[in-house]
């Protein structure tokens, strides 16, 4: 009998109801990049790790498939608290997001050497960016009560997102799809 082994995450989908404001989010901000994508039919795209041969590990769909039973694009993560993301340049990120107007959160993670940011998607997609503190540079995470993340509690403000494609055509954030 063969053996049955989860290997890793192999892609997070995504219903959006802006497909521009998500792309400038995952580009701009996370550093992500669009590859090639089927033609399921409706719009998407598959968003790929920055380095080269990065799998796509974001697939975003708008359209009709992303309407849920109410005839409205779902937000926010449902039952799953968040998705996690191996990630390095823990102080390059939070500019990025600094940058963006966006809020975020961080996190030791206590008896570790693992340092974590919690930031949204405009979907509201909690995610959790964890990094290697030992090879990190700079100030470990920021644990006072104001930037501390604490389970459970959101933080996700829909009306700071709206910037991000303004913010990335003015060359605040960087446009990584050139």
Known sequence: MTSAITHGLFHLAIKTADLPRTLAFWVGVMGLREVARPDFGYPGAWLACGHPGGQAIVHVYAGGPALGDAGIVPSGTGAIDHVSLSCSGYHAHMARFRAAGLDWREFLVPGTTLWQLFVYDPSGVQLELTFDGAVEQGAPPDMSPARSYRAGRSFFDPSCY??????????ALPDETA
């Not at 709206?162 to 060359?171: A, F, K, N, V």
């Open 162 to 171: 709206p910037c991000l494609s303004i913010l990335q055509r003015s060359g």
